[in-house]
């Protein structure tokens, strides 16, 4: 029988996602369901405080400014902190914000708050994201993301059927429906931070659910995987890099993506002419089916060329549904085209985030996710603004929905050309391992020198298997 310590690279590696994974999935859902109330607090807040929509909806996106000027420092805090107390901070201080968000008595103490919001929950995102890259190999770590996105796809699920039925809690106890969509939504965040501080390991050497054969086994796993062309250096320099610049504005459309669809969809529905729970009943099912494809599809993307596919494929599917969600005329066929889109925005983000942590190490890969998350996420912004004004140009509640169309085609064609790019790298490399096999047979002196340095380069020298 197999000892604890003596456990395969596989078997160690459920064992860690089993302690991490379900703590982390259950933050990353109270942090979703935060973002999302205020597009359920929306269908009755508007009118009680006498706002018009785009006022409302700038509102909203404040909460977007306040997380990019602060998603850096916070991250490198997290960093130099570790990411056990900084994220129970984070917790604490957000969880408070949205309590006092159910107490808004005017619209600039709505937008005070929600930038504070932001401010609040600045680095939990790309601190989470950077902390399982320290704990999970690169072959590992589109299925542990996949996992983790499980999150915003079950909080968008549960979080429309919690806004729909606390709407209707108006009047409980002298608070209006609205309030307690927030003060609701706010208090977990809190009641999270002492499990955080208590449950969550710091680093592989302070996990006491390891041993010490164990934590030495990963830690050889995570040195093995360090990329050799991975940055190091002055964290800030993200800023003005290239490569984050580029993973940040394809973010960006991700982020306008998703914060419109989740913002507007309560909206749309509620054109439909339906109660506040059947609202909420019928937005949890484009992030029901979400969850359904997580659970299968991030565990076949082992590959960078594969995962450029998937990317190319679901942004020019979603591109096709949300072109028909507004242009059908039947109301059931254009709430079945939402529902695909919907998913297909989900799935994008388990592809992305693999991709990321294979150019930077260290402290300066914690700034980068930071940076590429907190520019990224002023699609959060654009979406929640222009979801509104589309609507108002056009007289529509279903135009809108061009507007995620608009970026999923764009995230659809480009994953098509980091297609052909990875056939193009993938190829010089194989041409690399044919020249090396030649030097080989013709005898040339130590010709496994450059055999090894080919299995170097090649993208799938690192999921051979390792001779014993």
Known sequence: MQSQSELSEDQLMKKVAWRLMPLLIVMFLVSFIDRQNVGFAKLDMVHALHMSEAAYGLGASLFFIGYLLFEIPSTLALHKYGARVWLARIMFTWGAVTILLGFTSSLPMFYVLRFMLGVAEAGFYPGVIYYLTLWFPQIYRTRVLGVFTLGSALANMLGALVGGLLLNLNGTLGLAGWQWVFIATGAPAILLTLIVM?????????????????????????????????????????????????????????????????????????????????????????????????????????????????????????LVCFASSALLDSNVLRFGALVVGGACITLLYPCFWSLPPKFFQGARAAASVAAINSIGNLGGFFGQNLMPYVGKVT??????????????????????VAVSWQRKRDLASEDGLQRAVAVQEDGSEDPGAGIDQMLDLHPDHMHMPQQK
């Open 198 to 318: 208590v449950y969550l390991p710091g680093s592989i050497d302070e996990a006491k659910f390891l041993s010490a054969a164990q934590k030495t086994k990963l830690n050889d796993m995570m040195r093995r995987d360090a990329p050799a062309n991975a940055t190091h250096g002055n964290p800030l320099a993200a800023l003005w890099d290239v490569r984050v610049l580029l993973f940040a504005a394809t973010y960006m459309l991700m982020s306008t993506s998703l914060y419109g669809v989740t913002y507007w969809l309560p909206t749309l529905v509620k054109g439909f002419g339906v109660s506040s729970t059947i609202n909420g009943l019928l937005n949890m099912m484009p992030w029901g089916l979400a969850v359904l494809l997580l659970l299968w599809l991030p565990g076949k993307l082992r590959h960078d060329r594969v995962v450029y596919k998937a990317i190319a494929a679901i942004g020019l599917l979603g």
């Open 395 to 416: 007289q529509s509640n279903v135009t809108p929905m061009l507007v995620p169309a608009a970026c999923l085609a764009v995230l659809g064609v480009g994953g098509l």
